[in-house]
């Protein structure tokens, strides 16, 4: 690879645009109804504690792999059987954001077919993994701005449409907040623990940690208020009918003689698709090269493409069968294997210090 730093604003915009990715795309927390801007909120707490862990475990191991650290802290057959578990969670999110970038673009240009489409976003992605670490931090630099602009501009508009009395009444079912505070901190929250593969690479952590944390707040400002104005223009009972209650709130739109206003913002759309998925693809090259003991990246980077897009074009039947399971299954898988095994590793890592 030809360059492999990051710089801690790389490393946060990385992290901002997990996030985003994820709010733009995938519905709001729909368990929790009219309250779900509540849970994003409430749910921020376990993200919080995923970004502490992660950058607590890497200035006790700096530069050092989570993957080799975990190996390191519970010797090699517990560390390989508990990285086995977190990469295929990895791999398993990379086939989620690979289906969903897929399923938004072809609601746009439904003539493009997933056997071409999926492909094609996989090769596009190795070609900038291809060019290094570096190369995709700053690429996610540049885009990043792009992003909150249009995301700026996007919620403006959809203020024309808003009705906030469908927000109430508010708080009305503990038990329904409850389960979409489970159902956020499970994705997107949990997601954020792949940011812990492209810390070994930041050259500036132990002096520069605020801009993760800054950016991490921004990303959960923007999922928050992503639900609220959802809520606010479809209704909790629209919502959780639709597949992309974004895109359907822009379409209610109607601007003078601009009918199809969602389209100006397909490249919002297109940009945070591509973003994470490359972001998680290369998560799952670096965490495997570890875990196989691998000295170079690059012989791995489209065989490991080649399997993902294999195994999304075979997974499921159809893309109503993948949101009638992923919706339920990938949340609570996320969550329990990322918050398992950063605990387990945080614990590793304290009793390490405490012994040695």
Do not use: H
Not at 122 to 148: D, H, Q, S, W
Not at 289 to 317: A, H, Q, W
Not at 330 to 353: D, M, Q
């Amino acid at each position: 690879m030809q360059s492999t730093t990051l710089s801690s604003r790389q490393a946060a915009f990385i992290l901002f645009m997990i996030l985003v990715g994820n709010a733009l795309v995938l519905a709001p927390a729909t368990a929790a109804g009219r309250s779900a801007w509540i849970s994003n909120l409430l749910a921020a707490l376990v993200g919080l504690y995923i970004i502490a862990v992660i950058i607590g475990v890497q200035k006790a191991f700096p530069g050092q792999s989570i993957i080799k650290t975990t190996e390191l802290c519970l010797g090699k057959l517990a560390g390989k059987l508990l990285n086995f578990i977190y990469i295929t969670a990895i791999l398993y999110a990379t086939i989620v954001y690979l289906f969903d970038a897929c399923i938004i673009i072809r609601t746009i240009l439904p003539f493009v077919t997933c056997n071409i489409l999926r492909p094609l976003m996989m090769l596009a992605a190795a070609y900038c993994i291809y060019k290094g670490v570096n190369a995709v931090g700053r690429l996610t630099e540049v885009l990043a701005p792009v992003v909150l602009l249009l995301v700026i501009m996007s919620f403006i508009l959809m203020f024309i449409v808003t009705d906030f009395s469908r927000l109430q009444p508010v708080l009305a079912d503990w038990k329904a907040l409850l389960g979409g505070v489970i159902e956020s901190a499970g994705w997107p929250y949990s997601s954020i623990s792949s940011l812990a593969l492209f810390l070994p690479f930041v050259n500036d952590l132990a002096e520069k940690k605020r801009p993760i944390y800054i950016c991490y707040l921004a990303g959960v400002s923007v999922v928050a208020l992503r639900s609220l104005l959802i809520m606010a223009v479809l209704g909790p009972e629209m919502t959780i009918l639709l597949r992309f209650p974004l895109y359907s709130s822009l379409r209610t739109l109607a601007l003078a003689d601009f009918q199809r206003v969602e389209l100006f913002f397909f490249i919002l759309w297109f940009i945070c698709g591509f973003t994470v998925l490359m972001i998680n693809y290369l998560a799952a090259s670096l965490a495997l090269k570890d875990y196989i003991e691998l000295p170079r990246l690059n012989p791995l980077v489209l065989p490991l493409g080649f399997f993902l897009t294999v195994i999304s074009l075979y997974m499921y039947n159809s893309d109503m069968e993948f949101y009638a399971l992923g919706s339920v299954t990938t949340p609570l898988i996320s969550l329990t294997v990322n918050l398992l095994y950063l605990t387990v590793i945080l614990i590793a890592v304290k009793l390490r210090k405490q012994t040695g």
